[in-house]
């Protein structure tokens, strides 16, 4: 009889940007936001003396009464109450419970409380090596890899683990190109763990993954899971010009989406390559206009250049930004929450992630809170209230030069502002706009979206909430992001209408969610 392994990711009680709320599930009939990809590499790690079912707990409940011999727990932080309950659930009933992932890696003393072995760094190496010693009855309590591994030796990753109607729930199908990043920001737990230098796959090795995830995933939408995508852009312009001619081929092309720095905005070609290749939107950490707290954070390439010129050449090569917003740096006084929203307001970026300054695990950040008595610990706050965990009034730090609660007024403050309709449609507008007076759009032969049975019945579902359900001032914001987009030529522009209209309505119930008192907020501070 084959070992059966279970795989699973703990129902995630945070709320936060990555949520997918109920209205969400109600119009796109997804539950999931991209599919597990750490799981899926760990199966395909698995050698064939075992049968690995995965599950990831935001999707499907785990069933403790299935039986199993090894369940392996993996998750961010704030996975690690459920982690816990799991893995208590299980052991009882006799099965050996292996953690593993970054926060274990850096924080082990948090997870091997529950945990009999521990998988500390990458695991490509290191979970063979445990199997291979649990099948001769010889498993040691931690198996730790320092060394980098080559991740164009890691497997396609084995999505058969999941059932086929799971697969389904997922909004995004996900890939991992590269690991690692050259940059060095105080408050990121990136470079930490993966290191500053680039390792890419190869890009064959890339279309056979690509190729995978486009019989699985219906939406054809594609999440590079990468931390910096163009941390080496020769090495990416290798796998934008694979991507280009796969997606060429297809008769439903793939819209990918990639989280980068600032700084590729200086590089023509990268961006031409990825809005041929069909990388329609990019996540870009513009986190502050204050220079000094850029400098604070070691985050030096966003000051080679204007933020708003950057954020105009994406836009000019038809490529939508999602930025990440950061407040509460040492050098941010209680003006900086006005001063973040004039600066977004006049940038072509709608949809902007705000959030608290935090201290994760393995942050440089973390050590220097530390060393300075300003670290509050995010495991006390999780285990003292898990369901109200939240990433956006929950701190990990003292800040500077303001309280705790001026920090959360604030944040809350910007965020209704970021929301008012007036503002999001603003910069919908700068974003459409800087498109429409591109030098570059007409010679740019960006893949086009095709409509099929899956988009269909997503925009009947969305039509018959706007209309039927509803409230006055929803309806009329969905038919004033209509109309903007409606006189765009860009050829995604009704795909960017649905991700406008519902990240709107996704982030206004998540900003509510974590500050009932918004509509009393009326001031800063």
């Not at 290191?126 to 009855?137: A, S």
């Not at 440089?364 to 060393?371: H, Y």
Request: proline residues 6%.
């Amino acid at each position: 009889m084959k070992k059966k392994i279970l795989l699973v990711l703990p129902r995630n009680y945070e709320v936060n940007f990555i949520n997918v709320s109920g209205i969400i599930r109600m119009i796109t009939r997804r539950s999931g936001g991209p599919i597990v990809l750490s799981l899926a590499t760990i199966a395909a790690l698995t050698p064939p003396a075992f049968d690995v079912k995965i599950v990831d707990e935001d999707v499907e409940e785990v069933d403790f009464n299935e039986s199993f011999d090894i369940v392996g727990i993996g998750g961010f932080s704030c996975y690690l109450t459920r982690a816990e309950h799991i893995a208590h659930e299980f052991s009882k009933r006799g099965s050996l419970i292996v953690c593993g992932g970054s926060p274990a890696t850096f924080s082990p003393e948090r997870w091997r409380e529950f945990a009999d072995v521990l998988i500390l760094g990458e695991a490509e190496h290191t979970w063979p090596r445990f199997l291979q010693d649990y099948l001769n009855g010889n498993v040691k309590k931690e198996y730790v890899q320092e060394e980098k591994v080559d991740i164009s030796l890691s497997p396609v990753p084995d999505f058969s683990g999941y059932s086929r109607s799971t697969l389904k729930k997922y909004l995004y199908g996900i890939v991992q190109i590269s690991r690692g990043c050259p940059f060095v920001c105080e408050f990121c737990s990136v470079h930490p763990y993966v290191g500053n230098k680039m390792r890419y796959k190869h890009p064959d090795q890339i279309i056979e993954e690509v190729e995978q995830l486009y019989h699985i995933n219906p939406s054809k939408v594609v999440l590079i899971a990468d931390d910096n995508f163009g941390g080496n852009r020769n090495r990416a312009k290798e796998v934008l010009r694979a991507l280009k001619e796969w997606n060429i081929q297809k008769k439903r092309p793939v819209s990918f989406i990639a989280q980068i720095s600032i700084d590729a905005a200086t590089d023509p070609e990268f961006l031409e390559l990825a809005a041929e290749a069909g990388l329609t939107r990019m996540s870009v950490g513009v986190e502050t206009p204050n220079p000094e707290s850029l400098k604070e954070t070691r985050k030096f390439q966003n000051l080679k250049k204007d933020a708003q010129e950057s954020i105009r050449r994406f836009n000019e090569y038809g490529i939508l930004v999602h930025s990440g917003s950061i407040v509460g740096f040492d050098n941010d006084d209680k003006n900086i929450f006005k001063m973040q929203l004039d600066f977004f307001n006049d940038l072509g970026i709608p949809n902007i992630q705000t959030i608290p300054l935090q201290a994760p695990d393995g942050s440089p950040l973390k050590e220097r809170m530390i060393r300075e008595g300003r670290y509050i610990d995010w495991e006390e706050a999780t285990r003292v209230n898990p369901g109200k965990i939240n990433s956006l009034n929950t701190h990990t730090i003292v800040p500077k030069q303001m309280t705790r609660e001026e920090l959360r007024r604030g944040t809350c403050w910007l965020l209704k502002n970021l929301y008012l309709p007036e503002h999001f449609l603003r910069r919908m507008k700068l974003f459409y706009d800087n498109y429409e007076q591109s030098p570059v759009k007409d010679q740019l032969h960006i893949p086009k979206s095709k409509i099929e049975w899956y988009s269909l019945g997503l925009v009947v579902r969305l039509l018959f909430y706007v209309l039927i359900m509803a409230k006055r001032n929803d309806r009329r914001l969905f038919w004033d992001m209509a109309g903007q987009s409606v006189r765009s030529s860009h050829p995604h522009k009704m795909m960017f209408l649905v991700n406008f209209y519902l990240s709107f309505l996704n982030t206004r119930n998540i900003v509510k969610e974590s500050f009932p008192e918004i509509d009393s907020v009326d001031t800063p501070y």
